[in-house]
Nanobody
Framework: QVQLVESGGGLVQTGGSLRLSCAAS????????LGWFRQAPGKEREFVAS?????????ADFVKGRFTISGVNAKNTVYLYLQMNSLKPEDTAVYYC????????????WGQGTQVTVSS
């Protein structure tokens, strides 16, 4: 059973920082991508960043230079992080981590999400 559990969200002022964490288990993540997505009220879910164990990372244009994705492979659990700096009110959203096999296009497992609120 694949499980993804996010944490680290909260309320921060404009210009502040947060680090989101996602504990992932139940799959061989060495052959998977892990990603962060977000959904703001009234908007569709959008891609934020992705990571794979070959060292590949991708970022949405609106977070380049501000957010950094990274991962740590522990024994039975993988930890995915999203360091968010220079936060803006428009970064306010529920942030989700997700995973997909390297050979698939669609992310097939999702966490429950963690709320990030940036006050102006």
């Amino acid at each position: 059973q694949v499980q993804l559990v996010e944490s680290g969200g909260g309320l921060v002022q404009t210009g502040g920082s947060l680090r989101l964490s996602c504990a992932a288990s139940g799959r061989t993540f060495s052959t998977s991508h892990l990603g962060w997505f977000r959904q703001a009220p009234g908007k569709e879910r959008e891609f934020v960043a992705s990571f794979n164990w070959n060292g590949g990372t991708n970022y949405a244009d609106f977070v380049k230079g501000r957010f950094t994705i990274s991962g740590v492979n522990a024994k039975n659990t993988v930890y995915l992080y999203l360091q968010m700096n220079s936060l803006k009110p428009e970064d306010t959203a529920v942030y989700y981590c997700a995973t997909r096999r390297n050979y698939e296009l669609a992310y097939d497992y999702w966490g429950q999400g963690t709320q990030v609120t940036v006050s102006s």
